[in-house]
């Protein structure tokens, strides 16, 4: 798939419209909240899982969908409890996760890794497409180098930055008493994953950050990935071996000196043939493999 068409990819999945939604039509989203563990939830809508965290001192969100459905967001928070927004947290920085900021910031301060803000308040370009700097009002006020915690309805919600996976500004959100974490982008369950080669991603270290999070996670965790359904130590698991097995057959056959299209052509082992269903089909995770080893 040429460029052109991973960028026509990246706008209709809406991984990063920029402020383009604009033109979507978010009428017909409807929310759907699940129980995950203990003081969690996950709202499903358009765009990223949103995680919640909701008890006696308020609610904490984690990622904000897009600007559009910030009143049905609302709607489907006060249905969990009657205390007020204190804290959003932004997974990194796509749209699709940070696009109702502008809605929320006023609200409450919005936490995020040192990057996240760095590339919201500045033009971001992924795959020749521009994303202009985002209004004050829809930046992170709080940011940090390694890892912050909130301590927040009896538990401490613990974010750690994971280097160069999914983007240059990845965390990962620990709920340590309700056993649950919220994994943002590193974590596409069921499905290739989408990797931000441009946005300082890499298929290599997102397989690293992967390992290191699947020895930190206790037993009987609940996961909330990216996209995707609750999944468990055993989805993510799975999703680490697709990597390291689908990096695997790409650098064997790069080493053997064949072109991307011959690449393509063998296609991946059949083992990992429904995984090409989601947003990234096959031949789009091969060629960002192919790109991200070629860098
Ligand atoms: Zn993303």
């Given amino acids: 798939m040429n460029r ?3 960028a026509c990819l990246v706008f ?6 920029g402020r383009a939604y604009a033109q979507q039509d978010f009428s017909q989203v409807q929310m759907k909240s699940t129980h995950v563990a203990g003081n969690v939830y996950m709202l499903e809508g358009a765009g990223g899982n949103i995680g919640v965290s909701v008890g006696p001192d308020g609610i904490l969100i984690v990622d904000d969908q897009f600007a559009p459905l910030a009143d049905k967001i609302r709607a489907s928070l006060k249905k969990l409890g009657e205390g007020k927004l204190k804290f959003v947290l932004n997974t990194h920085w796509h ?7 502008e ?5 409450a301060p919005i936490i995020a890794h040192d990057n996240v803000r760095k590339r919201l308040a500045t033009e971001q370009k992924v795959f020749g497409r521009v994303f202009p700097p985002s209004p004050k009002e829809a930046l ?3 940011t940090f180098d390694h ?7 009896g538990e401490e919600i613990r974010a750690m930055h994971y280097p160069h996976g999914h983007t240059d500004g990845d965390s990962i959100i620990f709920f340590t008493g309700s056993n649950v974490v919220h994994m943002g982008d590193d974590f596409f369950s069921g499905m290739f994953p989408f990797v931000d080669l441009d946005s300082g991603g890499d298929v290599e270290g997102l397989t690293k950050n992967i390992e ?3 020895k930190k996670l206790p037993a009987g965790v609940k ?7 609750v999944s468990t130590i055993d989805d993510l698991k799975l999703y680490h071996r697709m990597l390291v097995e689908t990096t695997g057959v790409v650098r064997k056959r790069m080493s053997e000196g064949k072109t991307l299209n011959q690449i393509k052509a063998e296609g991946l082992p059949d083992a990992w043939k429904s995984w090409g269903n989601g947003f990234i089909k096959t031949d789009q995770w091969i060629e960002l493999i192919h790109r991200s080893l070629s860098k």
């Fill in 4 to 6: 052109a068409a991973i």
């Fill in 12 to 17: 209709v999945c809406a991984a990063v419209v």
């Fill in 95 to 101: 749209n699709d996760h940070t696009g109702g900021n």
């Fill in 103 to 107: 809605e929320f910031g006023p609200e």
């Fill in 140 to 142: 992170p006020v709080i």
């Fill in 147 to 153: 890892s912050l915690a909130v301590h927040f309805n």
């Fill in 212 to 214: 290191d999070v699947i």
């Fill in 223 to 229: 996961i909330i990935p990216g996209h995707g359904p």
